[in-house]
């Protein structure tokens, strides 16, 4: 706000002096001055989510984030840290136990998913889609791809989805649960973002 109106002071003084004196230097620096002003605050707004940490699901820019992202880095710090941690230690277990021609890991969300995409290149599957809600594969096809090999582990996400529940029903009967120790995670949260890991054997 100071930069805003103290260079849209300036210009306006100085454009009102070239009006008087018609020195073109006035006019110049004026120009310059009221350039300032008028540009200081969407720069200013486009550099927040470099400054401070966006919202990753629904990004934007402003302001605000300097209250709420900003604080966010450092109060989270600890959390996402041992969150990271625990992800690190899953996506290490599943690479080291894939097996050619199989996904590395099936989900329901594709946010459960999609850094094991980045890091490792390994095929992934997000059958519900970003929000979970989608129905891209049905038990019968579940039950095709395990004995074709397809899919051996599977991560049942705690933020879950609206999509086909027997999914998830039969992997909880039929699948053995991973015991969230063999990857650095807590035996009570599971492993990234409390999911919790299935192998078909």
Do not use: H
Not at 26 to 53: D, E, K
């Amino acid at each position: 706000v100071p930069v805003i109106a103290g260079f849209g002071l300036l210009g306006l003084l100085l454009l009102g002096a070239y009006f008087f004196t018609k020195k073109r230097l006035a006019l110049v620096i004026s120009t310059a001055a009221l350039l300032v002003s008028v540009l200081a605050a969407p720069f200013c707004w486009a550099l927040t989510p470099v400054m401070y940490v966006p919202n990753a699901t629904l990004p934007y820019a402003g302001p605000e984030l300097a209250g709420t992202g900003g604080g966010q880095t450092f109060q989270g710090t600890s959390s996402k840290t041992s969150e990271t941690t625990s992800s690190s230690g899953l996506e290490q277990y599943l690479v080291k136990n894939y097996k050619e021609g199989s996904f590395l890991v099936v989900s329901q969300r594709s946010s459960d998913v999609a850094q094991f995409i980045i890091d490792t290149g390994l095929p992934c599957y997000a059958y519900g889609g970003f929000l979970g809600s989608d129905n891209s594969l049905t038990l019968d096809k579940l039950k095709e791809y395990v004995s074709e090999g397809k899919i051996t582990y599977f991560l049942v996400s705690s933020e879950g989805g609206s999509g086909n529940s027997d999914i998830i029903s039969y992997v909880e009967e039929n699948a053995t649960k991973v015991d969230a120790s063999e990857y650095g995670g807590s035996s009570t949260s599971g492993g990234q973002t409390g999911g919790t890991l299935y192998v078909f054997q």
